[in-house]
Nanobody, 124 residues
Framework: QVQLVESGGGLVQPGGSLKLSCAAS????????MSWARQAPGKGLEWVSG???????SYAASVKGRFTISRDNDKSTVYLEMNSLRPEDTAVYHC??????????????????RGQGTQVTVSS
């Protein structure tokens, strides 16, 4: 049974930083792509960043240069370090993994396994 448990969210001022964690279990983590996706109030799910099993990473244009995804295969954990946070980054952040392997994590992510999420609020 796939389980994804996010943590690390909170309230931060604009320009601040947060680091999210996602503990995964129930599947072959080291062989799996992992992503972070977010949902802002009243909006749809938005893909943010992906980490492929070969070590490649990718980012949405809106966060590139500010966010960094990383993974620890020994701990089956994926991280999202967020810097220079903006009010528009306010959302529930979810950790996701594909139900079946696919070449691009940013396409089709809506149907991935998804954790409950952790709230990130950027406000002064």
């Amino acid at each position: 049974q796939v389980q994804l448990v996010e943590s690390g969210g909170g309230l931060v001022q604009p320009g601040g930083s947060l680091k999210l964690s996602c503990a995964a279990s129930g599947f072959a983590f080291s062989n799996s792509g992992m992503s972070w996706a977010r949902q802002a109030p009243g909006k749809g799910l938005e893909w943010v960043s992906g980490s492929y099993s070969d070590g490649t990473t990718s980012y949405a244009a809106s966060v590139k240069g500010r966010f960094t995804i990383s993974r620890d295969n020994d701990k089956s954990t994926v991280y999202l370090e967020m810097n220079s946070l903006r009010p528009e980054d306010t959302a529930v952040y979810h950790c996701t993994t594909p139900r079946l392997p696919r070449p691009h994590l940013s396409i089709g992510y809506e149907s991935d396994f998804r954790g409950q999420g952790t709230q990130v609020t950027v406000s002064s």
